[in-house]
């Protein structure tokens, strides 16, 4: 038994690679393979960034993940929720992962189909420099319904719906300056305001933090060219 020798597979399998074909025959099919899949990583990192429009990609239906498939209002209340935009990839100034471009490649493949159309979702400062907060990639179906074809990057923090609250609406805009208000009041000495610590004198300090607070917000919102979350979603300009 001490004769017989370990089978080393490694060594079986180039064994056998060299009976069917030659190093060179096997070095030109591989850069072939290379080659055509830099091409294809090219032209789609073209259509990402300077992508066609349209509203529809025929996709074989049975070959559809339905976890995958989102109508366009049920992005623009998510959009809306937690303050992210819905835009064309020509858009975003973010990089598209090697991961992402093979999932398109496959997806292609699958369908037999060349997707066009591309549309991102994420936070507004994705679409302005680089960030690493997680962009969904869809691509259109028809009839306002988008396919997801990867995700990337980090979660969104599980507190951003709430933070985002006050630019929902004007509403919960006016019940934060009103909150904000109350603490600052309640934190100011009021013998320095008035000379008793009445709740007249509170309310009367209350009115001029209240009108001191709004007029930040307001001249913040108008400086800088802020908008509420449904004004924006789907807006491309760079002030919204």
């Known amino acids: 038994m001490a004769l017989l020798k370990n089978v080393n597979i490694v060594s ?28 294809k990583d090219r ?18 239906f049975d070959l559809l993940e339905t976890d995958h498939i989102f109508h366009i209002d049920h992005i623009k209340k998510i959009c809306i ?8 990839t020509r858009y975003f100034k973010g990089e598209f992962p090697q991961s992402t471009l093979n999932k398109i490649k496959l997806l292609e493949d699958l369908h037999d189909i060349d997707i066009k159309g591309y549309k991102i979702v994420a936070p507004s400062k994705l679409f302005k420099l680089e960030n690493a907060d997680d962009p ?33 609406n004007l509403g919960n805009l006016i019940i934060l300056i009103i909150c904000l208000s109350l603490l600052i009041t309640s934190l100011l000495p009021m013998k320095l305001f008035t ?5 007249f004198g509170f ?25 509420f979350n449904h004004a924006i979603w789907n807006s491309k300009y760079f002030n919204a």
């Open 195 to 199: 000379s008793g610590n009445n709740s």
């Open 12 to 39: 079986r399998l180039q064994h056998h690679r060299e009976r069917t074909i030659s190093s060179e025959q096997l070095l030109h099919e591989v850069n072939t393979i290379l080659n055509n899949s830099h091409e």
């Open 43 to 60: 032209k789609l990192h073209q259509l990402l960034t300077q992508p066609v429009d349209t509203n529809e990609n025929k996709f074989v």
């Open 203 to 227: 309310w009367l300090l209350f009115m001029f933090v209240f009108k001191m607070t709004g007029s930040i917000v307001i001249f913040y919102g108008f400086a800088l060219g802020k908008n």
């Open 81 to 88: 929720d937690y303050r992210l935009r819905f835009l064309s």
């Open 136 to 168: 969904l990639l869809l691509a259109p179906i028809g009839n306002g319904y988008y396919y997801l074809i990867d995700k990337w990057g980090n979660d969104l923090h599980p507190l951003r719906k709430y933070l985002m609250l006050p630019f929902k």
